[in-house]
Every structure is written in C-alpha cells, then in structure tokens.
C-alpha cells in the first residue's frame, strides 16, 4: 500500500514556475511508475508527465513537452512536477498516481490533488 501526499501548486503568473511535490509513504516509491494528471474545471482529467520505475525514462503530453519536466529522489521517496513558462491554459487541479507497471496498467495510487492557478 502506498499513500501519495502532494505539497506545493498555488497562483503564479503567465509566465511563472511552480514545483508540484508528490511524495509517498508506505512501500519505496521507486517501484513505482509515476504519472502525473491535471484536470481543468469541466473538463476531463488529462495526462501531463510520467517517469517510470526501471529506468527512470519520462514521457510528456505534447501540451507541457519542453516547459514541464518530471523528476524523482528516489532517497526522498518524492517525485516533483517542474512547471516552467506557465500559462492560464495549465489551469488545473493537479493529481500525481502511481502504479506498479512501467508502460501499460491502472494507476492505483492517487493523491489527493493540488491546484495551480495560472493568471494572464
């Protein structure tokens, strides 16, 4: 069993960076795959970013590719969300999940989600 706590989001700027924090408890993270999704008011939940357990490898939706980056301390037990060049469009309440697969599988585990409010 692994419980997801995520700290950080809030109201930043057109513009602006936030780091979003996901950090478990309970078994080590780093058997995990962690993805992250956002979902924005009346809308669908959307993948964002994933890094995978065996190799650390990440993945982007096209949306935040080259402005978002996705990274884990494994010693932490934590995976961040670095969001950089932000704009209102990534408005959203932010979820980080995990599952024990690398690339096919439902996230088991979720947080309990964070909002990032970007403004123009």
């Known amino acids: 069993q692994v419980q997801l706590v995520q700290s950080g989001g809030g109201l930043v700027q057109a513009g602006g960076s936030l780091r979003l924090s996901c950090a478990a408890s309970?078994?080590?993270?780093?058997?995990?795959?962690v993805g992250w999704f956002r979902q924005a008011p009346g809308k669908e939940r959307n993948f964002v970013a994933l890094?995978?357990?065996?190799?650390?490898?990440?993945y982007y939706s096209d949306s935040v590719k080259g402005r978002f980056t996705i990274s884990r301390d494994n010693a932490k037990n934590t995976v961040y969300l670095q969001m950089n060049s932000l704009n209102p469009e990534d408005t959203a309440v932010y979820y980080c999940?995990?599952?024990?697969?690398?690339?096919?599988?439902?996230?088991?585990?979720w947080g309990q989600g964070t909002q990032v409010t970007v403004s123009s």
């Open positions: 999940a995990a599952r024990s697969t690398d690339y096919v599988g439902e996230y088991n585990y």
């Open positions: 309970g078994r080590s993270f780093s058997s995990y795959t």
């Open positions: 890094i995978r357990r065996s190799d650390g490898s990440t």
